[in-house]
């Protein structure tokens, strides 16, 4: 029987489109995150007659969202990348603009799971002896995807 993994190895990026080049940051100091596989899922109704009294449906629509949440990071007087894109350029995007790539894995596996997917920004608060907190959640536009882990490219 297989060991279960913590969940603290998990690691989140999202694609930065600004530069000419894309690139990935991570997403600092997450310490909660949610997986949910059936949000957006939508059913038809296929109970007849013939069903004898029992619920009948086909699933016709999959989503998916993912949530994380964690602590407000800066470096010095600098923003977190990851998180600075997301708060700054991400939340401002609207229609076919406000699509976009985030990746996670667990740190032992050896491929990323990709979704193009719409973001939306969580809420930053705190109580006078606490850090500051930061969130988004993510919803998948379309199927996952997958690709390989770049050795040397970070995590």
């Not at 279960?4 to 997450?30: C, K, S």
């Not at 930053?124 to 919803?139: D, I, L, M, Q, R």
């Amino acid at each position: 029987m297989g060991r279960p993994i913590d969940a603290r190895g998990w690691y989140f990026e999202v694609e930065d489109t600004t530069p000419t080049t894309p690139v990935w940051h991570r997403l600092p100091n997450i310490n909660s995150w949610t997986y949910n596989p059936s949000e957006n899922e939508e059913t038809a109704d296929t109970t007849t007659n013939d069903s004898e009294g029992y619920h009948e449906q086909d699933v016709m629509q999959r989503g998916a969202t993912l949530e994380v949440s964690g602590l407000y990071a800066v470096t010095g007087t600098l923003r977190d990348p990851g998180q600075d894109y997301v708060d700054n350029v991400w939340a401002y995007r609207f229609g076919s603009e406000s699509r976009g790539r985030m990746r996670y894995r667990h740190r032992t596996q050896t491929e990323w799971t990709v979704w193009e997917c719409t973001m939306s920004p969580g809420e930053n608060g705190g109580e006078h002896n606490a850090k500051v907190s930061w969130g988004a959640t993510f919803t998948r536009c379309g199927a996952p995807t997958t690709e390989a882990v770049v050795p040397d490219g970070g995590a």
